[in-house]
């Protein structure tokens, strides 16, 4: 469905915006840092999103739960060497929508529509919920499989995000989200197009830090775009549904 493809063009972004992306890198270890201080009992750390681990403090994870899991559809070599670097660290390919294989079967629409994912939520052991710069990614490659507008805005896309958020919610442990609220695109600062999601989401009212994230600079993206993200840390609470 292209997520190996998307996986290996994130990481050839990365190496051309290296110095661009650094401070959001940094703020996002740093938030994930802030929201262990909160999480006493430390048995299992659980990471969704952790693709190529250069927004995850896993050193601070590793030495301080007994065990981490790394939960992402694709995990490339760089990232399995670097977590086998640490013995109680394990690598997961998992779709965390639990429903890409229901597209493949070519359910259509229904596959988004259906199923609520359940994974991890059993697994008592787990203290601590990553989920990292991965919510507005959920949607985009299932979109596109069915062919419809890649818009984060995109009744499906909302859909899947607020499953994502209500997933989070069912997990009895400290869960920390960090996730872009806002996009913001175009070659001129006065006219940049924008596409707000924190009206759709709720994502604000649990948001103890946020930054912006240039995740191209001028003329990284297609027609001369610079596009850039405000990203929110979130403590996400247990118990509520998403709005
Ligand atoms: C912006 S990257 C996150 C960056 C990552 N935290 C890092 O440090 O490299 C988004 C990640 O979400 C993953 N992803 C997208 N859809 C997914 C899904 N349905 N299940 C699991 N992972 C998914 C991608 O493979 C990618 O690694």
Known sequence: MGYLRESIAIRARYRRCRHAWAPHLAKTRQALAASLERCRQRRTALVLGSGLLLDV???ELAASFEEVWL???VHLPAARREAARYPN???IEWDVTECAAALLDGKGRDALAEGTPSAFLREDRVDWVGSVNLLSQLPLLPLAWLGEPPSSTHPLAVAMM????DYLSRFRAVVCLVADAEQRWGNREEAMEGADLDPLLGLSAHAFDQW??????PGEAGHGHAIRHRVLACHWPSGIAAP
Not at 162 to 165: F, K
Not at 212 to 217: G, I
């Open 57 to 59: 403090p896993l050193a």
């Open 71 to 73: 939960v992402d559809m």
């Open 89 to 91: 660290a394990r690598c």
């Open 162 to 165: 607020r499953r994502h958020l």
């Open 212 to 217: 912006w994230w240039e995740l191209a600079p």
